[in-house]
C-alpha cells in the first residue's frame, strides 16, 4: 500500500468491479480533501498485498452478495450494498456501517470518516438491519444448511481439507487471506453438520463429494 501524511484519512476500496471503483475513487475525489485512497482492487488483490493497514474500507459488495467475509486488511469497514439481505450478510460478516451503493457522495464520505473513529452507521433505509445468522438447521442437524448448497469455492475448500491441509495452506493454495479461509472452512463444516475437519472429510466421501 502507499503512504499518506499522518494528517489524511487512509481509504482501501474493495470491489471486484473496476468500473465501480473507478466510479466511487471519481466520487470521493469531487468531495475536497482530508482522505487518500492508498489502495484499490479487489479483496483477494488487497488482501495478498498486505502493508500498513489503512483507517478505514470502503467495500463495494456488488449487486448480489451470496457469501465472503469482510475485506481483512486491519480496518473498519463501511459496506455499500444494493439491498437489505445483502445488508444482513455484510453486516454478518464483520462490517461496521451500511449504505446503499447509490448514496450521495457527501453522505458516503461523512459516514467513512464515522466509521473510521469507531462508529457504527447505518442508512436510514438500513437501520433496521440485523446480521444474517451464519447458519439454519433445516436437516435436523446443529448449523447444518445441507451438503447440496455448497458453493463452488466451499467445494474447492473440502477438497482441500481431503488433502490433509490447514487454513494457512488452503489461504496459500487458493490465494485468499487466512480470514476468508476459515470463514469457508467454518461454512462447510456447518453445511455438513458437522464440528471437526476430519468428520467433514468423513461425511463428503460418504455423500460423493470427495475421494479419499
Known amino acids: 500500500m502507499l503512504d499518506a501524511p499522518p494528517s489524511l484519512l487512509r481509504l482501501a476500496l474493495v470491489s471486484e468491479d473496476p468500473l465501480a471503483r473507478g466510479a466511487l475513487a471519481r466520487a470521493l475525489s469531487d468531495q475536497g480533501e482530508g482522505w487518500t485512497v492508498v489502495a484499490a482492487g479487489t479483496q483477494v488483490e488487497l488482501e495478498a498485498a498486505r502493508g500498513a493497514p489503512p483507517d478505514v474500507v470502503l467495500w463495494d459488495t456488488g449487486l448480489r452478495l451470496t457469501e465472503g467475509a469482510a475485506p481483512d486488511l486491519g480496518a473498519p469497514v463501511l459496506a455499500l450494498v444494493a439491498d437489505e439481505a445483502a445488508g444482513e450478510l455484510a453486516l454478518g460478516e464483520g462490517a461496521r456501517g451500511l449504505l446503499f451503493r447509490d448514496v450521495a457522495p457527501g453522505m458516503l464520505v461523512a459516514a467513512l470518516h464515522a466509521v473510521a473513529r469507531g462508529l457504527t452507521v447505518f442508512e436510514p433505509g438500513l437501520s433496521h438491519v440485523r446480521a ?81
Open 132 to 212: 444474517a445468522p451464519r447458519n439454519t438447521a433445516p436437516s435436523g442437524l446443529p448449523g447444518a444448511t445441507g451438503p447440496d448448497t455448497l458453493t463452488p469455492r466451499e467445494r474447492e475448500v473440502l477438497g482441500l481439507l481431503a488433502e490433509g491441509l490447514s487454513n494457512k495452506a488452503i489461504a496459500d493454495r487458493l490465494a485468499i487471506s487466512d480470514h476468508t479461509a476459515k470463514f469457508h472452512v467454518n461454512a462447510v463444516l456447518a453445511k455438513l453438520g458437522v464440528q471437526r475437519r476430519t468428520e467433514a472429510v468423513v461425511r463428503a466421501a460418504r455423500l460423493g463429494l470427495v475421494t479419499l
